[in-house]
């Protein structure tokens, strides 16, 4: 694991040398949270940070309870990383989504724990742990998560 300060350090790479290779540019992990945030803003909050760090996504929640979600954000060179722990709620990649904020990218998902389903025009699939799921970022799709991840 590395100090905070080896994570601030800019990485550099001797370009007199033969064998120089470009070292990745690692950005601080960045912590988002909704809890503790007033209820009423929690999704329109979540979707605003998802939509900066990530992709722009719709959520809503599966019951009655409002959103708890965290997520860790880690930025390499051009890739995003980010983990999440969440109660119970649904995100979708709509048409109107992509439009407003395309992505041109592809996302990566890793089913850490718990049971989740991904639906896009190929159909719907479950997904348990350990499952890794790849797909357009800019074709519709949405993802549940029925008892949180």
Not at 12 to 25: K, T, Y
Not at 118 to 127: K, N
Not at 132 to 143: H, K, M, N, T, Y
């Amino acid at each position: 694991m590395l100090a905070n300060e080896e994570l601030t350090r800019p990485a550099r790479a001797r370009f007199d040398e033969p064998a120089a290779r470009a070292v990745a540019s690692v950005q601080v992990p960045r912590v988002f949270s909704t809890v503790g945030l007033p209820e009423v803003r929690r999704i329109e909050l979540w979707e605003s940070h998802n939509a900066a760090a990530l992709i722009g996504l719709n959520c809503h929640t599966t019951g009655p309870d409002s959103l708890q979600a965290t997520e860790l954000n880690l930025q390499i060179d051009q890739v995003q990383l980010a983990r999440v722990a969440g109660s119970a709620h649904v995100v979708e990649r709509t048409a109107g989504v992509i439009r407003r904020t395309p992505a041109d990218a592809i996302a990566v998902y890793l089913t850490l724990r718990g049971d989740a389903w991904f639906e896009d025009e190929g159909g719907s699939r479950a997904l348990r742990p350990g499952h890794i799921l790849i797909c357009d970022a800019d074709r519709p799709f949405a993802r549940g998560f029925a008892r949180g991840l």
